[in-house]
């Protein structure tokens, strides 16, 4: 078993930033992938950004330039620094985290942050 406990969301407004944060605990094994997905109202669920821990980063098109994901594997914390932020990117953001190094079948989910953006 895998617990994320995710931070940082908010309200902000159009153009300005967030920083995410999603601690891992429990049975962690070397070889992982950690990302965010984010669920706007009335949408499913899209992958924005995933890291896995040799470094390999990938991006959702809407992210790329604006958002950046890092990581402490010391930690088991990922984070996602959000830039530029427009309204359509709010949603709840849920971090994933899957044993190997894609972020997409079977993982373990945070119970998600809201982010809001006004313009």
């Known amino acids: 078993q895998v617990q994320l406990v995710e931070s940082g969301g908010g309200l902000v407004q159009a153009g300005g930033s967030l920083r995410l944060s999603c601690a891992a605990s429990?049975?962690?094994?070397?070889?992982?992938?950690m990302g965010w997905y984010r669920q706007a109202p009335g949408k499913e669920r899209e992958l924005v950004a995933a890291?896995?821990?040799?470094?390999?980063?990938n991006y959702a098109d809407s992210a790329q330039g604006r958002f950046t994901i890092s990581r402490d594997n010391a930690k088991n914390t990922v984070y996602l620094q959000m830039n530029s932020l427009k309204p359509e990117d709010r949603g709840v953001y849920f971090c994933?985290?899957?044993?190997?190094?894609?972020?997409?079948?079977?993982?373990?989910w945070g119970q998600g942050t809201q982010v809001t953006v006004s313009s």
């Open positions: 890291m896995s821990s040799v470094g390999r980063r």
């Open positions: 429990g049975s962690i094994s070397s070889a992982n992938t």
């Open positions: 994933k985290w899957t044993t190997g190094w894609v972020i997409y079948g079977n993982g373990y």
